[in-house]
C-alpha cells in the first residue's frame, strides 16, 4: 500500500480555533486520523474527536517548555515525503511515519504581542520556531500537503474534502502561496521589532517589509486602476482611522489624509489645513479651529473645492455647519461632536474620518520610502524641526517677533508643499502658496499671485523656500510684492549675492541649515 492511502494524517496545532470542529470532522469523515499538540488535542477531544497526541505518535516528549514539541524525523518526514519517490516511502516505512496530508497550524501572536510594549527580552519567547517550520514544509511540498494557516481558509476547503476526499491541485498551489507569504510577514515583523532594540545606527543591509491587507479601497490613482490599503507590523495612524460616514475611501484620499494629518500635526493644537492633490492650498492656526477653518480656507476657496480638510481638535457644530457649506471629499479630526455629526451627515457623501489621540503626538522617526516598478527607495523620516533652534540672521535687518513667529510658520507648512515650494505667511496663517514649480521664481511669483487673487495682504508678510535660493530673483520677486521676511536653509554658492539683494529691499532672512524637499 502506497502512502497515499495508508494512515493518511492531518496535523492540528494551532491558538485560533474559530472553525476547527469542522474542518477536523470533515477530515475525519475523509478517512484521515487526527494527530494534535496538547491545547489542540484537549479542545478536539470536547468536541467528541478522536486525536492522537503528537508528543505520543513520535514517542519524544515536548521538551524546553514547550519550545521544542514538532521538530521531530516523523513529523517532518511524513510532511516533506514526495509521495511518487520510492526511496521516500521506504523510508517513511522504516521510520513507521505516517504521510500527513495536512497540516493546520496558526502562529504564536508575535505582531500582537509586539504591539503591546513586550521588551525585546520579553518578545523572545513569541517568536514562532516550530510553527513556522511545519508550515514552510508544507508549502513546499503542496504537490501532496495542504497547508491552512487561518479560519478563512477552512470553509472552501472542507467543501472540497466533502466533495471529493481532498484537495485540487490549484487550491493546495493557492494555500502554499499564502503559506510563503505569511511566513515571510511574519519574519519582517520580527526584523521590525528588533530593527530599532539592536541596530539603529544607519539604514539596513536587507529590508524585510511584511505587508498584511487591511482593506481594498475604492479605486486606485484612477478607477480603472485597483488598490488597497497595507499595514506593516507598526501602528500607522492611516491604519488607525476610524471612518464615521461617507463613501468608501479610495486610493488618493488616503494620500490626502496622510498629508493633511502630517501638516496639522506638525502645526500643532488648534490649527487646520485644506489639502488638494496632495499639496496644502490652505492653512492656519488661529488656535480656535473654527477661526483657523475660515483663515485657511480664505487662502484659496477656489481650490479648497473638492478637498481634503485636516482638523487638529474637535468639530464643532459651528465648524461642521460652515464646511458643509463647500463641497469636500474627506474631513479628517482628533474628535467630532455628536451634534456636529449631524450637521456632516446632511453630506451624506463626504467621509469623515478620526484618527486617535495617541497619533496626534510628534511622530516616531522611522522610515519612509517610495514604492517603484519592484524596487523601493527608503529614507529616514523627514521628522521635526529641530534646526530651527539654530536658525540665524544672516542680513542686516532681523526679524521682528511677530515675523519671526509667521516664519516658524512658513517653515512648517513649506515642508508639506511640494517642491518647489514657496509659502507666503503671516503669524496667523498662510497668503500664498506656490506648489510644484520648475523654477524657484515660478514658485515665488505664484504664491503672490494666488494671495493676490484671494485678496489677502502681501505687504509684510513674510515666505519660507523649502531649499536654498540659487539666485537673487527669487528674492527679488518677493521683495517686489512686500515680503518683509524670509526664510531658507542656505547652501548656495550665491548666497552672499541673495542676502545682498535681501539687504537691498531691507528684508530679514533667516537661514536654517536644513532642507525640507517634498518630491513624493
Not at 497540516?103 to 510594549?117: A, D, M, T, W
Not at 524641526?385 to 516658524?408: G, H, I, M, N
Not at 515665488?444 to 489677502?456: R, T, V
Not at 548656495?492 to 524637499?517: K, W
Request: proline share 4%.
Amino acid at each position: 500500500m502506497s502512502p497515499s492511502t495508508k494512515n493518511r494524517t492531518a496535523l492540528v496545532s494551532v491558538t485560533d480555533k474559530a472553525g476547527l470542529p469542522d474542518l477536523a470532522a470533515a477530515l475525519r469523515d475523509a478517512g484521515l486520523s487526527l494527530i494534535a499538540s496538547s491545547g489542540t488535542k484537549t479542545f478536539l477531544e470536547e468536541k467528541g474527536l478522536a486525536v492522537r497526541e503528537i508528543s505520543e505518535y513520535t514517542k519524544s516528549p515536548e521538551i524546553l517548555g514547550g519550545r521544542v514539541k514538532t521538530l521531530h524525523p516523523k513529523i517532518h518526514g511524513g510532511i516533506l515525503a514526495d509521495r511518487a519517490n520510492p526511496e521516500h516511502v521506504r523510508t517513511l516505512d522504516e521510520h513507521a511515519a505516517d504521510p500527513i496530508d495536512f497540516v493546520i497550524v496558526n502562529l504564536y501572536p508575535f505582531e500582537e504581542k509586539f504591539q503591546s510594549g513586550l521588551s525585546p527580552d520579553e518578545l523572545i519567547e513569541y517568536i514562532d520556531i516550530g510553527g513556522i517550520a511545519l508550515i514552510r514544509a508544507a508549502a513546499k511540498n503542496h504537490a501532496h500537503v495542504t497547508v491552512l494557516t487561518q479560519p478563512s481558509q477552512y470553509a472552501g476547503v472542507i467543501a472540497e474534502v466533502k466533495a471529493q476526499g481532498t484537495t485540487s491541485p490549484v487550491t493546495r498551489a493557492r494555500l502554499a502561496a499564502e503559506a510563503f507569504a505569511l511566513t515571510a510577514t511574519y519574519d519582517a515583523a520580527i526584523s521590525h521589532a528588533f530593527r530599532g532594540a539592536l541596530a539603529a545606527d544607519r539604514l539596513p543591509e536587507r529590508l524585510p517589509i511584511g505587508l498584511t491587507k487591511v482593506t481594498d479601497v475604492r479605486y486606485g490613482e484612477n478607477p480603472h486602476q485597483r488598490g488597497a490599503l497595507y499595514r506593516t507590523v507598526a501602528d500607522s495612524p492611516v491604519v488607525a482611522l476610524k471612518q464615521l460616514q461617507g463613501k468608501e475611501l479610495s486610493f488618493n484620499n488616503y494620500l490626502d489624509i496622510m498629508g493633511a494629518f502630517g501638516l496639522v500635526r506638525d502645526l500643532g493644537t488648534g490649527s487646520v489645513a485644506i489639502i488638494k492633490h496632495n499639496n496644502p492650498c490652505g492653512a492656519a492656526w488661529r488656535g480656535d479651529v473654527l477661526a483657523s477653518w475660515r483663515r485657511a480656507l480664505q487662502t484659496d476657496t477656489v481650490s479648497a473645492f473638492g478637498g481634503v480638510v485636516a482638523v487638529n481638535g474637535t468639530v464643532t457644530p459651528a465648524l461642521a455647519e460652515e464646511m458643509g457649506q463647500l463641497f469636500l471629499e474627506v474631513v479628517i479630526a482628533r474628535d467630532v461632536e455628536t451634534s456636529a455629526r449631524s450637521a456632516l451627515e446632511k453630506k451624506k457623501n463626504v467621509r469623515v474620518v478620526m484618527i486617535p489621540a495617541s497619533h496626534w503626538e510628534a511622530g516616531k522617526a522611522g522610515l519612509m520610502g517610495v514604492w517603484m516598478q519592484d524596487a523601493a527607495l527608503v529614507q529616514d523620516d523627514d521628522a521635526g524641526f529641530s534646526e530651527w533652534e539654530r536658525a540665524e540672521t544672516v542680513t542686516k535687518r532681523t526679524p521682528t517677533p511677530s515675523e519671526k513667529t509667521a516664519l516658524r510658520m512658513a517653515w512648517i507648512v513649506a515642508k508639506h508643499v511640494k517642491s518647489n515650494a514657496i509659502v507666503i505667511t503671516d503669524p496667523e496663517g498662510t497668503v500664498g502658496i506656490g506648489a510644484g514649480q520648475m523654477s524657484r521664481v515660478d514658485s515665488s511669483h505664484l504664491a503672490a499671485h494666488k494671495a493676490a487673487k484671494a485678496g489677502l495682504v502681501v505687504k509684510g508678510a513674510v515666505a519660507a523656500s523649502d531649499a536654498f535660493f540659487p539666485f537673487a530673483d527669487g528674492v527679488q520677486e518677493l521683495a517686489k510684492v512686500g515680503i518683509a521676511a524670509v526664510v531658507q536653509p542656505g547652501g548656495s554658492i550665491r548666497d552672499q549675492e541673495v542676502i545682498a539683494a535681501a539687504d537691498d529691499a531691507d528684508l530679514a532672512m533667516l537661514f536654517t541649515g536644513r532642507r525640507h524637499f517634498r518630491h513624493v
